[in-house]
Structure formats: C-alpha cells, structure tokens
C-alpha cells in the first residue's frame, strides 16, 4: 500500500489519447494520479504512464460502478483525503487550480466541492441554453460522496456541507460532428434504458413532445440563441438525443419473426468509446 496523500485525481478512460495528455498536464498539481481504464485500444495507456499516472484496467459496468470501483481501488491501495474526479476531455484551468488548492487549506466543515464547467461546442465555449455553469461536484472526501447514474451519466451527491469553487474546468467532449452522433446514439440508448427502469413511457408522439421543449427550453427560455449557430446545433442535437430516448423506450418487431434466436446485443458498453 503507498503512503496516503492529501489529493488524488481519479480519471476513466476509454481510447482517450485526444486530449488526455492535456488533461494531465493540467492536473500536475495532485499529489498522484489514479486512472481506471476500460481496456483502451489507442495510445491512453502510454500517455498515462509517460505522466507518471497508476494505471489500472476494469472491463466496463456502468459509470457509477466504474468510478466507485476507482474510489474503492484507492482506499485499499493508495489512500487519499481528497479526490478530484474527472473525464479525459476535461481540463483544469490555473483558476481553478488555485480555488482548489486554497479550499483544501481550509476546508472547514465541507466535505465537497462543486465546479462551474465550460464547454467547448462547434467553435466556441457555451455561455447560455443551460450550459454554464453546469456546477459538478467533482472534488469531495471519498468517503462523502454517493454517486448515482443518471441516463447516460452520473450524478455526484455529497453526503455532508459543501462549497463552491471559482474558476472553470474546461470541457471539449466532441471532435466533430460524426463524434457527437456516436456518443448521442450510445447515451439515447442507456437513457431509454434507464427510463424503461423507471416504468416511464415511450411513443413517436411522447419523443416529439419531450424533444420539441428540450428546443424551446434551451434555445429559447434559456438563451441558447445568444450562442448563435453553436447554441442552435447544440439545442438541436439535444432534442434528437430527447426524441431518440423516449421512442427507444418500445424498441417494437423491426425483423421478427427471421430474427429469433439470434444473440441479443451487447449493453454493457462504455459510454464513450471516443472519450478524451
């Protein structure tokens, strides 16, 4: 077991050579870096080890478990008093870095932390349509956060007081529009999942309305249109994403009855198989 430390970042990965080098550069900061990956193909592995990251491998069962999985691998071999969880296509800006460093100076009572993150779409960094400051607690005792999936996604919940950081983790989560359709079709995939889950209901008619004020909701009640073409993209591919979850709800025939008896298809996939 190595000597506990007082600050560790925790990154998944899955063929995340894009932007993971940037990513830990930006994280030099810490006192170690744990990164838990899902059996990537790419460079990740050589990119980590060239930045003196631990790197561990678990085959891939969920964003929660996958986190917790990192969180509990470092209690019994590298304990930690903080963990600051992050994706390979995030990075921490020097604000950020500093409001960081001073919050661990004097935590007080909190036992989290949440982040404002920006994010880089089309050709610039959103400010409206909901998305800033996006806060995430991303910076917590790993013995003071639950965490929850939530559709495509995870949900950090503190179990104690928290407080808010200043400055901005940066978030680039597509390459391009090609990229943004693979990762929409996974995680409309797992959100039709996780609301069948939640006995929710699905249809043509149901996608088109959830979808329809997703649009409304972020180009217009939230001012995604002060982004200009950025924010009119991204509202519509949210409200694809939308109508795809919930029409998925009831996947219904497509080649029955010839298809019986083939093997059903894998859903236990990474929820990026670009991400970094």
């Known amino acids: 077991m190595e000597a506990p430390v007082r600050l560790t970042a925790l990154i998944i990965t899955l063929n995340g050579e894009r ?7 930006s ?52 304990p930690t008093e903080w963990v600051l969880m992050l994706d390979c296509d995030e990075i921490i800006s020097p604000e950020l870095k500093k409001s960081i460093l001073a919050a661990l100076e004097n935590p007080g009572d909190k036992s989290a932390f949440s982040m404002p993150r920006r994010t880089w779409y089309f050709d610039r960094f959103l400010k409206h349509g909901g998305c800033y400051p996006d806060r995430l607690f991303r910076l917590f005792r790993p013995d003071a956060i639950r965490i929850e999936n939530s559709g495509a996604h995870q949900k950090f919940v503190p179990a104690g007081p928290w407080g808010d950081l200043d400055g901005d983790m940066l978030h680039y989560t597509y390459c391009s529009f090609q990229n943004q359709l693979d990762k929409l079709n996974d995680y409309a995939e797992r959100g039709a999942r996780d609301l069948e889950a939640q006995g929710r209901k699905g249809g043509v008619l149901v996608g088109l309305g959830h979808g329809l004020w997703r649009f409304v909701d972020m180009y217009v009640r939230k001012l995604g249109l002060l982004d200009g073409r950025a924010g009119f993209l991204m509202a519509a591919h949210t409200a694809f994403y939308t109508f795809l979850k919930y029409v998925r709800i009831h996947e219904g025939g497509w080649g029955a009855p010839y298809d019986h008896g083939l093997p059903e298809a894998d859903d236990s996939r990474h929820p990026d198989s670009t991400r970094g």
């Open 27 to 78: 994280l030099s900061f810490c006192d170690r870096v744990l990164i838990v990956d899902s059996f990537s193909s790419d460079r990740t592995e050589d990119i980590a080890r060239a930045h003196g990251a631990i790197f561990i491998q678990n085959k891939w069962p969920g964003n929660a478990k996958q986190i917790r999985y990192g969180i509990d691998w470092l209690a019994a071999n590298a």
């Open 19 to 25: 932007l993971l080098g940037k990513c830990l550069e």
